[in-house]
């Protein structure tokens, strides 16, 4: 079996996700967890609403770019963990269905992407994907699991590396 350009960004983005889900569950076990949803790592850095509005805003824009389809724009409005789960649940089912092979051809498609505001540049899927929305994901996911870290929530490195068990270890599915 071949390791393709679908296998390398679909999977990986539920498997980011399921991480991303299992932490936050981890930190619903506290009772005061809402408390949590303006918690930051650092002073100047964004707080964990935003580590989740991020992370998922970027897997739905990799999304559209790999189903040929306009990116949904999410709102800045996640003031509830109920509102985190909702967010990454309607992206995680966006992933459902996707075609492996139409995927697979859009890798070295080309085409604009926003870099910011103000800055945009001609760049393949590939390159958008493994450059700019894999890293920024991956780096929201473990900001998130920073934060919760770092306000007490009893996470370990298996709580990071769960969403990833199923993808990367098949026979590890369903014991964690």
């Known amino acids: 079996m071949t390791y393709s350009f679908y296998d390398g960004t679909i999977p990986v983005l539920k498997s980011i996700l399921t991480s991303l889900k299992n932490v936050l569950n981890k930190a619903q076990e506290r009772p005061d967890y809402e408390s949590l949803v303006q918690a930051r790592l650092y002073e100047d850095m964004k707080p964990l609403e935003s580590q989740i509005r991020i992370a998922t805003q970027f897997s739905e824009n990799l999304i559209a770019k790999l189903t040929a389809r306009e990116a949904v724009v999410f709102e800045d409005n996640l003031t509830s963990f109920a509102q985190f789960h909702e967010r990454i649940d309607k992206v995680l089912q966006s992933l459902k269905g996707i075609d492996k092979d139409f995927v697979n051809k859009q890798a070295e498609v080309s085409g604009p992407v926003q870099l910011g505001p103000a800055k945009s540049a001609d760049m393949t899927n590939a ?12 780096f929201h996911l473990t900001t998130a699991y920073g934060i919760l870290r770092k306000e007490g929530v009893p996470l370990g490195k298996m709580d990071y590396f769960i969403g990833f068990a199923e993808f990367m270890i098949p026979q590890a599915a369903g014991k964690y």
């Open 127 to 138: 390159a958008y994907a493994h450059g700019i929305c894999l890293p920024n994901i991956y």
